[in-house]
T-cell receptor, first 113, second 107 residues
């Protein structure tokens, strides 16, 4: 079955360490997105990519980096520069244009201690 | 003012009750999504709407494009419906999310 997979579901890291969250899709979607959710707040866009080897900053990109070397994969690195990295991270994908359905991963809850 | 407003923020119901969650948005949209987030954080896409009404089991979603308003209804609610329900305004994949409605259904 086609879908979008995030891993791991829960992740713990020590403060000051970089950590990479995985997002893979086999839907042949061009566009992929990373969102962050904090308690009591809506999801906010970190980065998005509409095509391989290209990506754009979202509303809260500081302290994060991404790559899009393959169409299927859009990993997110939470760097040590991110001041409040503990959050729920959600990956999504969609066809590039038009009214198309967005598919969502299950999310990764990152806790930095 | 947030671009996507949901109400209520929290909702407690007794099993069997009819539930309505509302979403108002101020941005242009190509579609509107309803998502369900379980206590562990996992998110499930319930509906994508661009007009009218959709039904899936006990869940019904409606949208009024002119009024920029959507509702999610749950009929014959059950404790397993307890979750956070999130509305997302989709403008050609530029997504804006509501803060969510936390629903608790008591047996």
């Amino acid at each position: 079955d086609g879908g979008i997979t995030q891993s791991p579901k829960y992740l713990f890291r020590k403060e000051g360490q970089n950590v990479t969250l995985s997002c893979e899709q086999n839907l042949n979607h061009d566009a992929m997105y990373w969102y962050r959710q904090d308690p009591g707040q809506g999801l906010r866009l970190i980065y998005y990519s509409q095509i391989v080897n290209d990506f754009q900053k979202g509303d809260i990109a500081e302290g994060y980096s991404v790559s899009r070397e393959k169409k299927e994969s859009f990993p997110l690195t939470v760097t040590s520069a991110q001041k409040n990295p503990t959050a729920f991270y959600l990956c999504a994908s969609s066809k590039r244009t038009g009214v198309t359905e967005a598919f969502f991963g299950q999310g990764t809850r990152l806790t930095v201690v | 003012k947030n671009e996507v407003e949901q109400s209520p923020q929290n909702l407690t119901a007794q099993e069997g009750e009819f539930i309505t969650i509302n979403c108002s948005y101020s941005v242009g949209i190509s579609a509107l999504h309803w998502l369900q987030q379980h206590p562990g954080g996992g998110i499930v896409s319930l509906f994508m709407l661009s007009s009218g009404k959709k039904k899936h089991g006990r869940l019904i979603a409606t949208i009024n494009i002119q009024e920029k308003h959507s509702s999610l209804h749950i009929t014959a609610s059950h404790p397993r419906d307890s979750a956070v329900y999130i509305c997302a305004a989709d403008n050609n994949n530029d997504m804006r999310f509501g803060a969510g409605t936390r629903l608790t259904v008591k047996p």
